[in-house]
């Protein structure tokens, strides 16, 4: 019996594995990221719109809102856009906006009342508290949204926007043991 050769099935096992993950890396890239960062970056509202990173739990996209955005309207339309290639993955939208200390300071303000709101499930007070909020404020509105999965607030200045988007959790029917 003729006895394998160490360094040829070394070479052969290295250059397999080098073009298994890098074909699955660069069809992730060119295949996958490419074609939705484009969508991305065409949709209303967008500036601009980073690569979208793809991983075993999430698409993760980083965006450039005008301050005029729809935040419900962009975030529906990227995950409609990513649909195919998210295949079930958790889309995370990282929102670039350029810091404002005064928009800052009113979310600070608002934030354990919202806190306590999405703990509770009580989704109706947040817009009221954000209104009470940005009343004390010139120049400065609030927009809140919901949908089934999210909590969308916009704290809106002639100075720019600040884009918040909170994860709700749905009621789950439970069981009780003595049914």
């Known amino acids: 019996m003729r006895k394998p050769r160490i360094l040829p099935v070394v070479i052969t096992v290295v250059i397999s594995a080098a073009a298994l993950f890098g074909g699955w890396t660069l069809y ?58 998210s295949s079930g993955r958790k889309l995370s939208l990282d929102i670039q906006t350029k810091e404002d200390p005064a928009l800052e300071g009113i979310w600070q303000s608002a934030l354990f009342e919202i806190a306590e709101a999405m703990e509770n499930k009580t989704y109706s007070d947040i817009p009221k508290t954000m209104e009470r909020v940005t009343a004390a ?12 999965t999210n909590v969308y607030i916009t704290i ?18 439970g069981v009780w043991p003595n049914a």
């Open 28 to 85: 992730k890239q060119v295949a996958v990221a490419s074609p939705l960062a484009n969508a991305v970056q065409d949709l209303p509202g967008v500036l601009h719109a980073g690569k979208p990173e793809v991983s075993q739990e999430e698409v993760r996209v980083s965006v450039e809102l005008s301050g005029d955005a729809n935040l419900k309207d962009v975030y529906a339309s990227i995950n409609e856009e990513s649909a195919e290639v």
């Open 137 to 148: 404020h010139e120049g400065v509105e609030a927009v809140t949204e919901m949908d089934e």
């Open 156 to 173: 809106r200045s002639e100075k720019g926007a600040k884009y918040i988007v909170l994860p709700r959790t749905p009621n789950t029917l």
